[in-house]
């Protein structure tokens, strides 16, 4: 390592110069820069790069180029000492970048159908990203973002592994509904100006939900019609007990065409599914002509 001193402001004005000021490389990808190491009255002898790659000088002006850049930590260090022995260094920033090799979302600590009006943890785990400080991820409903999430830790250069969650209380509007995730590194402007975004596969949730039953009751023209129907998720099963020995009934709605003293009673619908189950009573007389 070198210890780099700036001294008085003509130092600094003199300083070496790298061109590009700083660079954004993708792993594997080559990279080259070219640094200017004194602009006059130096000794150009006195002037070196450290970096690992391939080096080339001529005066003071140093080239420096890797076919495949590979290391994590390889900002070179362009120098150069004055004629009082003060050393003047400039460090080119490098900033080597890897995309997810994963991205994928789930729910915390739950598997199967969600519950209506439950909260739940949505979990998207990120794999072997770097740099990890210029990760986003963002919780998409279908194309409406949920929210965002970064790093909350100091990172290294290193690629990293990530989680990040989302809070959802789910509604029954959820249902069916596809839920996923994006990973995205915001490099800046020395970057790919094209957005670098890894979307995670899909999750389509199921939410259960109670049923909601709308109890009806009619005699018209001698005809009954009892109406327990009922909406859910999963759909709901119906049970009918009747005041008389009669047809098995399982459906939603209880028709007798032709409705006599022998059908008054109370008639007990009880309505069903995974969630919840409600009774639904009718008190029937039917009225002589």
């Known amino acids: 390592n070198l210890c780099c001193f700036l001294g008085h402001s003509f130092h600094r004005a003199a300083g070496p110069v790298f061109t590009p000021s700083s ?19 130096c000794d150009e002898s006195l002037a070196n790069l450290e970096a690992s790659g391939y080096k080339e000088k001529n005066g003071s002006t140093l080239k420096w180029k890797v076919s495949s850049l590979t290391e994590w930590k390889s900002d070179p260090i362009c120098y150069y000492i004055d004629h009082n022995g003060t050393q003047c260094c400039s460090t080119l920033k490098v900033t080597l970048y890897q995309m997810p090799t994963n991205v994928s979302i789930s729910v915390l600590n739950h598997s199967g159908p969600m519950l209506e009006k439950s909260q739940y943890n949505l979990v998207c785990e990120v794999g072997d990203v770097a740099p990890a400080e210029n990760l986003t991820v963002t919780f998409y409903r279908g194309q409406t973002e949920l929210g965002k999430a970064q790093y909350s830790r100091t990172t290294s250069r290193k690629p990293e592994n990530g989680s990040f969650s989302l809070s959802l209380n789910a509604t029954k509007e959820d249902d069916g509904a596809q839920f996923s995730c994006g990973a995205k590194l915001e490099l800046g402007p020395e970057g790919p100006q094209r ?9 389509t949730a199921t939410v259960h939900c109670k049923s909601k039953e ?18 859910g998720n999963p759909n709901p099963s119906y049970i009918w007990t009747l005041p008389f020995r009669g047809p098995h009934f399982n459906d939603g709605v209880l028709t007798i065409e ?13 309505v069903s599914n995974s969630v919840k189950t409600v009774s639904v009573l009718f008190n029937v007389k039917v009225q002589s002509k």
């Open 195 to 203: 957005p670098l975004v890894v979307r995670s596969q899909s999750l």
């Open 23 to 41: 660079l954004v490389v993708k792993y594997g990808d080559p990279a080259f820069a070219t640094c200017v190491a004194c602009q006059s009255d």
């Open 258 to 270: 032709t409705a006599s003293s022998q059908h008054e009673g109370q008639y007990n619908c009880t």
């Open 214 to 231: 709308n109890p009806l009751s009619s005699v018209e023209k001698g005809t009954l019609r009892l109406n327990c129907s009922a909406v």
